[in-house]
Each structure stands twice: as C-alpha cells, then as structure tokens.
C-alpha cells in the first residue's frame, strides 16, 4: 500500500533521516517507536508529503506519492497530526464531517459514515457542542473521527496515519482509539501509528518499527523488536520484558 524505499530527510541543514526502508501493507498496523528526535514526526511529515525527501522513494498504491493529485490522495490517505486547532465555533457533527470533502458519495451517506465515526470514537453525544468548548482529549477524538470518516468507506485503497493518537487521553480512550486502528486495519486499511507507550504498541500492532539516530533499528513483529536489551540501548532505561498474562504479547516492566 504505502512503500519507502531508501529514504533520507533533512530538516533544515540537519540529516534526520537516513536510509529508511520500509512497506505498510493493506490490513496492518504498523506502530513506530523511538526516543525524542529519532525522526518519528520527520518520517510522518514525509509521507503526507507535507516534507520533501533529501533522498529516496516513496509511492502510495505503486505510483509516486509526489504524482498523486492533492484531492485524489486525499481520498485514499488520511492524516492526524499530533496536534490540530480550529478557531471557529463549528460543532463537532460539522467537524467531522469535513472529513468527507474529497469524496462525492452524497448526502445521506456522508451523514451515514459522520454518525459512524462519531461512534467510533465516543464523540456521538458531543455532536451539537461548539468544538471550542470541548477539552483537549474531546478535540483528539473529534479529529481522529474526522480522518475516520475520511477513509470509512475506502477499504483496502485506504492508509490512516495517526501521529500519537492517544496523547492527552485517559486510559479508557487510549484503548478505544487503538481498538479503533485495528477495527480499520480489519477492513483492510493499511495503519502506521506513532506512539511512545511501548505496551500499548506491542498490544495492538501486528508489526514495530523502531527509530534510533534516525536509522531503523529493528522492523518486525512484537517479540521481535522489544527485547530487554534493545531497550535499554536505545531508551537508555533496565527493563524486564515478560508475557502479557491476557493476550500473547510482550509486556514491558520499568
């Protein structure tokens, strides 16, 4: 679905990003881990083309991403950043709803899909407040149910990209937003999340894609790349790593 092949990035004159090589496949989550600098929100910022690569190839249903027509990608690729703002009273059913603008699937579909999304992540009871006197994890789960409604209906086209999702949210939503991520996945949307919380990625994604001096570190399942001494190399932290006793993933101990 989405492939990066060799890339390097630079922010300004610094090289953050070297050498990246990697594939998103249709139906997968795949979550991306590092310290702070490691080039997580960099390599975000490439594939939503908002960064031109210093080097390297990326392509988006096999064609170039740079080819891609803005509202064409629009309707296949949705993005949350780590942070979005509105500075205008509109209500939550009108901000989610701007997810669905690429698309011309009409009225009651549209309205279909919005009251989906709002369910899906908890929102459906704020759908007549004003978005400017929600909280900050209300806004977080307006948003994310707006790139929802973006891709609903798109399957096996569509790509999610959710730039640390669960920032700002208690723990009951943190779960439900990842629950939300693999419930796309399941549909057949390809899903790269960016997350700090190492238990949360292990639980929910299918593969980790771990970050270090902007380099990648490890790339493979779970079990693979959380290992005790992978951790304490690059977090720089002793940590014990046992199996989670509910589900067959690694749980991580500091």
Not at 84 to 97: I, K, Q, Y
Not at 174 to 187: F, G
Request: glycine fraction near 8%; hydrophobic fraction near 45%.
């Amino acid at each position: 679905m989405l492939r990066v092949e060799e890339l390097s990035c630079s922010r300004g004159a610094r090289l953050v990003l070297q050498g990246i090589t990697f594939a998103l496949k249709a139906g997968e989550v795949l979550a991306v881990l590092g310290t702070n600098g490691a080039g997580k929100s960099t390599l975000l910022a490439s594939l939503t083309g908002e960064l031109t690569p210093h080097s390297g190839n990326i392509e988006l249903s096999g064609r170039p991403l740079s080819q891609w027509p803005a509202q064409q990608r629009a309707r296949m690729m949705a993005v949350l950043p780590q942070s979005s703002s509105l500075a205008f009273p509109f209500s939550v059913a009108e901000v989610v709803d701007m997810g669905r603008l690429p698309h011309a699937t009409g009225l009651q579909q549209d309205r279909w899909i919005v009251e989906q999304a709002m369910a899906a992540t908890d929102v459906m009871q704020l759908s007549k407040r004003s978005y400017l006197t929600l909280s900050g994890g209300e806004r977080q789960r307006v948003h994310l149910a707006r790139v929802l409604a973006q891709i609903w209906d798109v399957g096996e086209q569509g790509c999610l990209l959710l730039d640390e999702p669960t920032a700002s949210l208690d723990l009951a939503h943190q779960q439900l937003i990842l629950q939300q991520a693999r419930a796309m996945a399941a549909r057949g949307v390809a899903v790269m999340v960016v997350l700090h919380d190492l238990n949360l990625a292990a639980r929910y994604a299918d593969r980790l894609l771990l970050l270090h001096q902007g380099r990648i570190e490890a790339l493979g399942g779970p079990w693979q790349v959380l290992s005790a001494e992978r951790i304490a190399s690059v977090f720089g932290v002793q940590a014990r790593v046992e199996r989670h006793p509910l589900q067959n993933t690694p749980l991580i101990i500091i």
